[in-house]
């Protein structure tokens, strides 16, 4: 059973870094492509970055390219997200997420069937 944990949300100034993982007691992230999105009061949740299952396939937001980094630790069980340069507008509820989406698909909810609880960030100006 997959169940994704996330963690290392806090509050932190302008122009500072957070690092957020990732973990599923269920073990299955090695064989998933794992993305996080982030949802920020009264708007839709969006794409922030992923990583295609098997490959060293990276994809980002143009909001976010050059600033954050998804990774996967040597295991393959954690999966991080290094935030660096953060701005307000990164201050939103960010979720994990793994399933098997297709190159279209990858940037899209539809596209993940497995779904964290979410930690919040909050960038203070």
């Known amino acids: 059973q997959v169940q994704l944990i996330e963690s290392g949300g806090g509050l932190v100034q302008v122009g500072g870094s957070l690092r957020l993982s990732c973990v599923d007691s269920g073990g299955t992230l090695s064989y998933s492509t794992v993305a996080w999105f982030r949802q920020a009061p009264g708007k839709e949740r969006e794409f922030v970055a992923a990583n295609r299952r098997g490959a060293d396939d990276r994809y980002y937001a143009d909001s976010v390219k050059g600033r954050f980094t998804i990774s996967r630790d040597r295991a393959k069980t954690t999966v991080f997200l290094q935030m660096n340069s953060l701005k307000p507008e990164d201050t939103a509820v960010y979720y994990c997420?793994?399933?098997?989406?297709?190159?279209?698909?990858?940037?899209?909810?539809?596209?993940?069937?497995?779904w964290g609880q979410g930690t919040q960030v909050t960038v203070s100006s």
């Open positions: 997420a793994t399933g098997r989406p297709i190159t279209s698909t990858i940037r899209t909810m539809g596209g993940y069937s497995n």
